[in-house]
């Protein structure tokens, strides 16, 4: 295997911020990632990194793609993770959302990114345990992420016992179904949310997911650098309807100047509503 030049490195990693949005700094690109890429051209037969940068930038090789995106991506995620931001949607954001917009409408919940999908379902399962709002009118809930890998687990909806880690057992009981050390969630919570793979990088892609009433974006912004931040911060408000609302992380926030958003805190979660467009 050649011995890669860290300037040819360092174009391959500007490739995959510019195109996924993920930055790798120089510290990792050079003691984990140089490790990981070569890996990979071993597992797809390429014997000179050029041929497997041209690939990847040229997007010759699905399979290649779809595993340096697994190869680069963080998928740790877990049930009911930062669980005041459920109790949060629950409580004051939905009941709002319920009183303002016609019964006729469904309200569209995203979660961007989903990883293996534990976040759509938690919100699932928040619904079905309060009981009323669902009753009142239809809810939507897609999870998007940009590794099929992931999108295919969540699809499965079959976790390991981590995942489970914060659930009470009671909520394990109803929901979930023992399959030999795994846990498989129940299908009808299967059937009542979608998920797709989508780069939230991509404008036209997300633009066509339709219009949203809430964006769960937890744990991704982290991992971009201050440009591509800024850019999905304005795909989400390009996305949400008016009075929507936006829920980052606990290490995520909206910038001071980005004025598109105001930030809130309802119960014990500081959020963002989609501000209003002020006339002259
Ligand atoms: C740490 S997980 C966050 C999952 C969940 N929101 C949570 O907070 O537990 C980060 C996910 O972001 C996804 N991701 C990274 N870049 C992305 C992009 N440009 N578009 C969509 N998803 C992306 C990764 O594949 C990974 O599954």
Redesign the pocket.
Known sequence: MEDVSSGKLKKLRDFINMK???YIDDDKLLSMYKKKFSKLMEQFDYKDFSSFHRDIVFNKNSELVKELISTV?????YFF?EKHQFDTLINYVLPELDRIRPSSESINIL?????TG??VYSIAIYLLEEGNLIKKRNFLLLG????SE?IRKAREGLYPERSLIKLPENIIKKYFRKEGNLYRISDFLRRSVNFRV????DKYAMKRLGKFDVI?S???LI?FDERNRREALSIYYSILKDGGYLFL?HAERVPDDFTLFEKIKLGESYIYRKAEVKDG
Do not use: K, W
Not at 111 to 115: E, F, N
Not at 198 to 201: G, Q, S
């Open positions: 996924f949005g993920i991506t963080v998928n740790e995620t993770r979660s961007a990114p989903c990883s534990e976040e998007i992420d940009i590794d992931a989508v780069n939230v990088l769960f937890r744990n991704l991992y992380g």
